[in-house]
C-alpha cells in the first residue's frame, strides 16, 4: 500500500499529475536512493523527466512525499 502526503498531492496538483500517472513513474521508473535518504523513481520523457521521492515509515508503509518535474540533463 502506497500513501500520498498532502506535499505529494499539491506538487501533483500543480503539475497536472494524476494518482495513477505517479504511481506508475513509482512502480516503472528508475530507481535510486536519494541524497537526503529515502528513494527517487524517475521515469523520463521527451525533453523532461519527473521524479517520485519516497521512503518507508515506522508501520511499513510506503509513503510518496514529493514529486517533480524537470528538463531533461
Given at each position: 500500500?502506497?500513501?500520498?502526503?498532502?506535499?505529494?498531492?499539491?506538487?501533483?496538483?500543480?503539475?497536472?499529475?494524476?494518482?495513477g500517472?505517479?504511481?506508475?513513474?513509482?512502480?516503472?521508473?528508475?530507481?535510486?536512493?536519494?541524497n537526503?535518504?529515502?528513494?527517487?523513481?524517475?521515469?523520463?520523457?521527451?525533453?523532461?523527466?519527473?521524479?517520485?521521492?519516497?521512503?518507508?515509515g515506522?508501520?511499513?508503509?510506503?509513503?510518496?512525499?514529493?514529486?517533480w518535474?524537470?528538463?531533461?540533463?
Amino acid at each position: 500500500m502506497v500513501i500520498f502526503t498532502n506535499n505529494a498531492l499539491r506538487k501533483m496538483a500543480s503539475l497536472g499529475l494524476s494518482e495513477g500517472s505517479v504511481l506508475n513513474i513509482y512502480n516503472k521508473g528508475d530507481k535510486e536512493k536519494s541524497n537526503i535518504g529515502g528513494y527517487n523513481s524517475i521515469m523520463k520523457f521527451p525533453g523532461y523527466e519527473i521524479g517520485v521521492y519516497y521512503n518507508q515509515g515506522n508501520d511499513g508503509k510506503w509513503r510518496i512525499i514529493s514529486v517533480w518535474k524537470r528538463g531533461r540533463r
